[in-house]
């Protein structure tokens, strides 16, 4: 599907042409653990943009995250119980087989080659998104493939304008909920707006050290992992 839209410009004869049915999207993260705030993005996204599928790639040596990291091995294999049931999602090892911190610009260089995954797109919570700055080589990874940003409470979707690798007013709305705007390095951003759940890892993991209940904040398959594996317990 190509979406065509005048947006918000006022050069009516400049249109926003965006491709995305049938793409990947890749979603990385520390998944520490994975919880329904990841599942529900995933989800919401590939429908919302008609993906072919949602490939999870969990990190093996986060730069950025390392408070309360668990070994990728039990991160990998919560992803891959929660994610099971859902045709459209799949797993990728590839950042917990690579030996060192987890870049992100190095997974998307490792795998745009690769000819089953031609362009494929990056999903991003808004928060992570705000920080890019602070990831290896921002310029670089903007370049490298367009890039879905979803809304995370207490940010609102519309909160990427005040990014400062997008290019100011050029903000199009493409449909109901999914605006499209510009990255400086060329490529584009896509915005969807999704369900807000207010659910974190980092919640979960106080919860459990404090003996707390974490039902319903994730699959009960990865509760019963966690459980099982004693895991979290500080
Ligand atoms: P932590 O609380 O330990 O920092 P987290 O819940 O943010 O972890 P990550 O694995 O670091 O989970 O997140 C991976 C990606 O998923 C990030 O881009 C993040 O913004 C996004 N994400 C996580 N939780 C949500 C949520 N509830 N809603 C929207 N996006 C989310």
């Known amino acids: 599907m190509i979406f065509r839209s005048e947006g918000t410009s006022t050069n009516s004869s400049e249109y926003t042409s965006i491709q995305f ?15 329904y705030g990841h599942l529900r993005v995933a989800e919401e996204v590939r429908e919302e943009l008609q993906l072919n599928k949602v490939v999870f790639i969990p990190s093996s040596v ?46 998307l260089e490792y795998l745009k080659d ?20 602070l990831w290896y080589k921002p310029e670089r990874l903007i370049e490298l493939c367009d890039f879905v940003v979803v809304n995370r409470p207490p940010n609102d979707i519309l909160d990427v304008k005040k990014s400062e690798y997008v290019k100011k007013n050029s903000l199009k709305m493409l449909k109901d909920g999914v605006y499209a705007m510009d990255l400086i390095s060329g490529r584009k951003v896509l915005c969807v707006k999704c369900t807000p759940l207010w659910i974190s890892a980092s919640e979960i993991r106080e919860r459990i050290s404090n003996k707390r209940s974490i039902k319903y904040l994730l699959p009960e398959s990865v509760e019963t992992y966690i459980i099982s594996h004693n895991l979290y317990r500080g």
């Open 21 to 35: 049915e049938g793409k990947t999207a890749l979603f990385g993260g520390t998944f520490n653990p994975i919880h």
């Open 62 to 107: 986060p730069p950025l995250k390392k408070r309360g990291l668990i070994d990728a091995k039990h991160r990998l294999e919560m992803v891959r119980i929660a994610t099971s049931g859902n045709p459209y999602f799949e797993v990728s090892d590839v950042e917990c087989r690579r030996p060192g911190k987890s870049y992100t610009v190095e997974t």
């Open 114 to 133: 690769r000819a089953s995954l031609s362009d494929p797109l990056f999903i991003l919570g808004l928060d992570a998104f705000l920080e890019i700055s």
